[in-house]
């Protein structure tokens, strides 16, 4: 009878572990070899908002109905001071994707920068401010993250299995094993080929951006869209907090990869 507990304790810890990122397999992008300066362009967004709904809690202070003190009549119940008490607040929050917010966007531009310099030590990638000193041949990569979308997920019945899982038991063995979701993230990439001092006249600032861009009007490219698929891994309780950073990162080392090919010619 000893087995009902264990069941429990390792459902529990089963649906409250963090999310992991499912390793995807390599990609091996052919090096042509030499040096290059890669720019790479703060990140634009064409996403949507969306409408979400947050719980917070919150202490309130004030008059009250309820055991408290009303005027003249010592403790009772009526109006008067009811002490502090805890409540609920909802509301409805319109915010883009998790991965076009104006934060993150410039948090996945400083990774993938770093990323694309480990993949290709030999080449120089920066930020735009570095064409203010470059010469020579550049390219200039701008990426544009669109929508995600939900490709893959057994959420539902993880979900489903935990509510009744307190009732019927054999159902935790269900929350043993983690969500298993695959979240795909879709956006362009466009790489632009040019003189470093020809594009220096054609820098722009805008305030929600941590650099340069580049006014691209007239300029050739190559353009590739992209959707990018990042599985993962977690408890049916897990934050929603605790998954946002791992799917970021993510997201970082995949389009990290697809810009190297991007910059190499791969199609």
Request: aromatic share 8%.
């Amino acid at each position: 009878m000893r087995i009902v507990p264990m069941l429990s304790v390792a459902s529990v810890l089963g649906a409250c572990s963090t999310a992991r990122l499912v390793p995807a397999p390599p990609i091996n992008i052919p090096d042509s070899g030499g040096q290059r300066l890669v720019i790479v362009e703060p990140f634009f967004e064409a996403s949507e908002w969306k409408l979400s709904s947050r719980t917070d809690h919150a202490t309130v202070y004030g008059p009250g109905y309820g055991p408290g003190y009303g005027p003249g009549y010592g403790p009772g119940y009526g109006p008067g001071y009811a002490g502090p008490r805890d409540i609920m607040i909802y509301r409805d929050i319109a915010e883009k994707p998790l991965y076009a917010r104006v934060p993150m966007l410039a948090q996945e531009q400083r990774g993938v920068i770093g990323a694309v310099q480990r993949l290709r030590p030999r080449w120089r990638v920066a930020s735009t401010s570095d064409l203010m000193t470059a010469t020579g041949p550049v390219t200039l990569i701008r990426v544009i993250v669109g929508e995600p979308e939900i490709v893959g997920s057994n959420r539902s019945l993880k979900t489903l299995a935990c509510a009744f899982g307190v009732i019927i038991w054999p159902l935790l063995l269900i929350n043993i094993s983690p969500v298993n979701e695959t979240q795909r993230v879709h956006g362009m990439m466009i790489r632009f080929d040019a003189e470093a001092a020809d594009l220096r006249p054609k820098l722009l600032r805008y305030p929600t951006q941590p650099d340069f861009a580049v006014d691209t009007r007239g300029m050739t490219y190559r353009q590739q869209p992209f959707g990018l698929d990042l599985e993962y891994e977690e408890g049916v309780l897990a934050s929603e907090s605790s998954r946002e950073p791992v799917l970021v990162a993510g997201f970082v080392q995949r389009l990290s990869t697809a810009v190297v090919a991007l910059a190499e010619g791969v199609k």
